[in-house]
């Protein structure tokens, strides 16, 4: 039996524009709460996992643990809380790209000593290897630690539970490669890459019974000390847009193809 958390933090839907513009709390995004947001990706293929696991392993049972803005929260629960039976647990504060991750791990850590019925021997902390709004790749590292969790994996893409409660799990490394470890169970930190499920269908019957402990959730959650000015960014740019094209006419394929052969050589 498994008590899996679950990290997982809101960011703007990838599809919209953004900007960072810098206000008198600190850097953030231009118009940050009217744009439309998603649970970050990496996480939702942990909760996606966790979800698989617990079904699998009789008595296990999931919690999402977000840190983020209540109302936008709530709007993201609509369709998030249709995926995966699990119960939510919130911390109010910022989810920009622009906090420090100590202090979101610290925040978190709070939230997840105070759930009730959490057994820490048993317990599998889930999250994203990175983020898509900040991939510093640190929090749920620092967040494990003040847990008192020993054994660490990150870029997990597959995850074994033997007979006896034993871990094997596979991990991204360099060139394409894994790396295959095992661990003897439970407590252990598991930071997933994209897994190997795929998004679950819509389930009604499984929205509605998270949600009927959703809204008690988002009305319980308590402010989170957490300072979007705590770190001075000197400047804040997106990444640049590199784009070139030539365009041609009566091309024959064999030389179309010649010239990508030529350009992957080179």
């Known amino acids: 039996m498994f008590h899996i958390v679950v990290c ?9 524009t953004l900007e960072p513009v810098k206000g008198p709390a600190g850097w953030g995004l231009k118009n940050e709460l009217m744009l439309p947001s998603v ?13 698989n696991l617990a079904k699998t392993v009789a008595g296990s049972k999931v919690w999402l643990v977000s840190l983020g803005p209540k109302a936008k929260l709530q709007q993201l629960m609509m369709t998030v809380a249709q995926k995966a039976p699990f119960e939510l647990v919130v911390a109010d504060g910022p989810a920009s790209g622009f906090t420090d991750s100590f202090e979101v791990a610290e925040a978190l850590h709070a939230v997840i000593a105070g759930i009730a019925g959490l057994d820490a021997s048993k317990l599998l902390l889930f999250g994203g290897w990175q983020s898509a709004s900040r991939g510093s790749g640190s929090t749920l590292q620092i967040l494990g630690e003040k847990l008192g969790i020993a054994d660490h994996f990150q870029g997990v893409d597959k995850l074994t ?10 991990e991204r490394i360099e060139g394409g490669a894994y790396q295959i470890s095992t661990c ?9 890459a994209t897994g190997e499920l795929p998004e679950p269908p819509n389930n009604p019957q499984v929205g509605m019974a998270n949600m009927r402990l959703v809204m008690p959730a988002l009305q319980k959650a308590k402010p989170a000390a957490v300072k979007a000015d705590a770190i001075d960014y000197q400047s804040v740019t ?6 070139e094209t030539r365009v041609v006419k009566d091309t024959p394929v064999d030389v179309i193809a010649q010239e990508i052969v030529d350009w992957l050589k080179n």
């Open 8 to 16: 997982g933090g809101i960011v703007p839907d990838p599809l919209q």
């Open 39 to 51: 649970l970050d990706p990496w996480a939702s293929h942990a909760l996606y996992e966790a979800a």
């Open 161 to 170: 539970v033997g007979a006896d409660g034993s871990l094997e799990i596979m």
């Open 184 to 192: 003897s169970g439970a407590p252990a930190v598991l930071g997933w």
């Open 238 to 243: 997106l990444p640049a847009q590199k784009r």
